[in-house]
Every structure is written in C-alpha cells, then in structure tokens.
C-alpha cells in the first residue's frame, strides 16, 4: 500500500521570505509525485511532478520541489512568498506500474502567507 | 475550453434519498476519477475508470456506484444518502492510463446529508 504524509497541518510564513511545505511517501517500486494546491471553495490545481530525472522539479507559480529518493521526501518550496501563496496544499503519490487507478493523497497543508 | 464541470454545485439531501453527481469533460481524456474530500483526511479515490465502458473500485467506495458510457460523463450515484457522505466530491480526469498522467480536477460538488 502506498501513503503520504504531511506532518504540518500549518505554515506560517511571512510575506518574501522563503517556504517549504514537507511532505514523505512510501511506495512500493518508484514513485511519481504530485503537488496540488486549493484555493477557497476551489477545486484542486497542477503545480508539479516527478516523474523521473532530475531531482529538482520546477513548476507554476515559482514554486519547485525536491525529490529525495534515500529520504523519500517531496518537499515543495519557493525562494520568496506572497501573500497571494496561500491556500491548502497537497502531495499525492503514485506507484509507477500501478495502473490508471487514483493517487494517493497527503492531508494537506494548510500555508499562510503574512503581510 | 471548460475543462471539467460538475453539477450541482452543492446540495442539501435528505438520508435516504436517491442522488447522483454529476461530471462532464470536454478534453477526450481516457481516465476519469471521482474523489471525496474529507476535513482532515485529504483527498479519498472513490471509483475510477480507465476508460469508456470500464469501472473499477477505489478506497471508500461502498454506499456509491459508477458508470461511464461514453469518454466525456462519469456520473457518480448514491443509491440510499447518509448523513457521513456529506463531503466535498470532486471529479478528475486524465489524458491516458500511465500512472504518470497528471489528473485535473473539476470544482467540486458540496453535499449535506441530513
């Protein structure tokens, strides 16, 4: 079975300064890994993947993540908030040869941005 | 391009009741998905389908029935409410089968079960 973790429910950051939302997996075989970001009364958005290749993973909105495959973390990050950053945030993983079927979900974080 | 809509945008049911979500995409994706969100618990996979004519069962599926007759509608049935499927449904869909596809999600569905 596969399953995601993200061990803060909350970030508080302030506005320029640099964030990270944590996030570890665990899966059988290799991994692909998602992040998707949620905005108030939203449906779920695309912000990057591993897939395979290079660890840093660039994505929309200036925000990148790292994979570490010996930590098997996917943390995300960017170099310098906005205020207009936050909203809920989730990891989602899939095992590579797992077929069509969904992803599977971290909690998510819940990222505040402070003026 | 609308992407992936879903209809109702919310509703109020009575237990019971018969009801069924909506989800419409115009993208020709092959996979489509339906997830319930849950304060706390992330997102949950409820069913799946890889594709037209093809259904297959996800983490919390019981209380709730699919079927897809055509690529664009994967309608999502709750034959008989109860009050612990008030959630959030979201429906997703997917260019192809890889595992590596990236799933767009519509703007969900808020259900009150009471």
């Known amino acids: 079975a596969q399953s995601v973790a993200q061990p803060e429910d909350q970030v508080n950051v302030a506005e320029g300064n640099p964030l990270t939302v944590k996030c570890t997996y665990s899966?059988?075989?290799?991994?692909?890994l998602f992040w998707y970001v949620q905005y108030p009364n939203r449906g779920l958005q695309f912000l990057l993947k591993?897939?395979?290749?290079?660890?840093l993973v660039k994505g929309s909105y200036g925000f990148e993540a790292e994979f570490n495959k010996s930590q098997t973390s996917f943390h995300l990050k960017k170099p310098s908030a906005l205020v207009s950053d936050s909203a809920l945030y989730f990891c989602?993983?899939?095992?590579?040869?797992?077929?069509?079927?969904?992803?599977?979900f971290g909690k998510g974080t819940h990222l505040i941005i402070q003026p | 391009i609308a992407g992936i809509t879903q209809a109702p945008t919310s509703q109020i049911l009575a237990a019971g009741r018969r009801m069924t979500l909506r989800c419409t995409q115009d993208m020709r994706h092959n996979a489509m998905y339906w997830y319930r969100q849950d304060l706390g618990l992330g997102l949950r996979l409820i069913h799946y389908s890889n594709t037209a004519g093809t259904t297959g069962k996800g983490e919390v599926p019981d209380g709730y029935s699919v079927s897809r007759a055509n690529t664009d509608d994967f309608p999502l049935t709750l034959a008989s409410a109860v009050p612990s499927q008030t959630s959030v449904y979201f429906c997703?869909?997917?260019?192809?089968?890889?595992?590596?596809?990236?799933?767009?999600f519509g703007p969900g569905t808020r259900l009150l079960v009471l």
């Open positions: 997703a869909s997917s260019p192809g089968l890889a595992d590596r596809e990236t799933q767009y």
């Open positions: 899966v059988s075989g290799n991994p692909y």
């Open positions: 591993y897939i395979t290749g290079d660890n």
């Open positions: 989602a993983v899939r095992a590579s040869g797992g077929g069509a079927d969904g992803l599977t």
